[in-house]
């Protein structure tokens, strides 16, 4: 099965992904939505609420499993898609689009380099 992979993301092998300019954003990936089923609920930080990379700063729960969230940066949480709240559906429908989690500014640039490109990602999950 092959799973989208966009280059212009980075990627956690725990299976998030961010954006890399200026505020950026984060959610699970392709292959992390496909193998979790059904999302069904996800907890998010609040806007203000500060995240540090590699630490936790939410849950998904799927009709499969609950899994935490991980950060792929240190930041500030500057937005929230609450649309999630209503419809955790759309990680399932458009995890790169309509499906993203939070927006953060980061703290530090330099913590982009440590995490996976997009060709790194999909070895990892083929």
Same mark, same amino acid.
């Given at each position: 099965m092959s799973f989208d992979v966009p280059a212009d993301r980075r990627y956690l092998e725990s299976h998030e992904w961010t954006t890399t300019d200026g505020t950026v954003r984060i959610g699970i990936t392709d292959f992390a939505q496909? !193998?979790? %089923?059904? +999302?069904?609920?996800?907890?998010?930080?609040?806007?203000?609420?500060?995240?540090?990379?590699?630490? !936790?700063? %939410?849950? +998904?729960?799927?009709?499969?499993a609950v899994s935490d969230l991980v950060s792929p940066v240190s930041g500030t949480v500057v937005g929230v898609n609450?649309?999630?709240?209503?419809a955790p559906e759309l990680v399932n429908q458009d995890p790169y689009g309509d499906g993203w989690m939070i927006e953060v500014e980061p703290s530090s640039e330099g913590e982009f380099d440590d995490l996976l490109t997009a060709d790194e990602y999909r070895e990892q999950i083929e």
């Open positions: 496909d !193998e979790l %089923g059904d +999302v069904v609920f996800v907890e998010l930080p609040a806007e203000g609420d500060e995240v540090t990379k590699d630490g !936790e700063f %939410g849950v +998904v729960e799927s009709i499969k609450e649309d999630l709240f209503d």
